[in-house]
T-cell receptor, first 113, second 115 residues
C-alpha cells in the first residue's frame, strides 16, 4: 500500500539554526500538504503544493514539491521557539479515485533557546 | 463556534465495552474524515465521507468499528468490544471541496483509554 516516510524522525536545533524535513512517498502523489502539530494539539494546515517542482514560501518556511511528485521538503530558516512541534506531510494517490489523505510519519522539532 | 467539535474529549473504558465518539464538522463542509493517532505517530486514516456517503474505509476499520454520517452533517464513530490496542487519539477532520483536494480542519480529538 501507499506509504509516506519522513526524515529525520527527530531534530533538535539551537534557536536561529535552520531546519529541514523530507517527505518521501512510495507512489506518485496528486498533491502534498503540510501540517504542524504542537505538543498536545491537533494538526493545523500549513500549505498545499500541487504542481511538479513547485516551490512556495511562507515567511521563514519554504516548501518544495519534487519533479516526480513523490517527495517534498519543508525548510525553516532561523528557527524560533515558536516553531516547536511535529511537522507532517500528507498526500493522496492520483489513481485511487478517492481523497484519502495518507499522512507521513512526522518530524518532531525541538528548538533550544 | 466555527471549528470542528469532537465529543467526548476523553473517554476511559474497560475492555469489552462499546464507545461512541461524535464529530461536528464545520458547517457546510462536505467531506469528513476520521483518523487515529497514537503517541509519536502520524494520523492513521480510518474512513471518510463525502456528504452522507462513506467513500472509503481502511482495512484497519475492522468489524468492531463503524462510522456514520446521517444527513451529511455530524458523524459518529463507534467501537464495539474495545481492546487495549484501541487506546489512541481519534481525530476528526472536515474540508470543503468541489472535486479537488482541500485543506483538512482538525478537531481537538477524542482520547480513548481502554483499561
Amino acid at each position: 500500500g501507499q506509504q509516506v516516510m519522513q526524515i529525520p524522525q527527530y531534530q533538535h536545533v539551537q534557536e536561529g539554526e535552520d531546519f529541514t524535513t523530507y517527505c518521501n512517498s512510495s507512489t506518485t502523489l496528486s498533491n502534498i500538504q503540510w501540517y504542524k502539530q504542537r505538543p498536545g494539539g491537533h494538526p493545523v494546515f500549513l500549505i498545499q503544493l500541487v504542481k511538479s517542482g513547485e516551490v512556495k514560501k511562507q515567511k521563514r518556511l519554504t516548501f518544495q514539491f519534487g519533479e516526480a511528485k513523490k517527495n517534498s521538503s519543508l525548510h525553516i530558516t532561523a528557527t524560533q521557539t515558536t516553531d516547536v512541534g511535529t511537522y507532517f506531510c500528507a498526500g493522496f494517490h492520483p489513481t485511487s479515485g478517492t481523497y484519502k489523505y495518507i499522512f507521513g510519519t512526522g518530524t518532531r522539532l525541538k528548538v533550544l533557546a | 463556534d466555527t471549528g470542528v467539535s469532537q465529543n467526548p474529549r476523553h473517554k476511559i473504558t474497560k475492555r469489552g465495552q462499546n464507545v461512541t465518539f461524535r464529530c461536528d464538522p464545520i458547517s457546510e463542509h462536505n467531506r469528513l474524515y476520521w483518523y487515529r493517532q497514537t503517541l509519536g505517530q502520524g494520523p492513521e486514516f480510518l474512513t471518510y465521507f463525502q456528504n452522507e456517503a462513506q467513500l472509503e474505509k481502511s482495512r484497519l476499520l475492522s468489524d468492531r468499528f463503524s462510522a456514520e454520517r446521517p444527513k451529511g452533517s455530524f458523524s459518529t464513530l463507534e467501537i464495539q468490544r474495545t481492546e487495549q490496542g484501541d487506546s489512541a487519539m481519534y481525530l476528526c477532520a472536515s474540508s470543503f471541496t468541489r472535486g479537488e483536494a482541500g485543506e483538512l480542519f482538525f478537531g481537538e480529538g477524542s482520547r480513548l483509554t481502554v483499561l
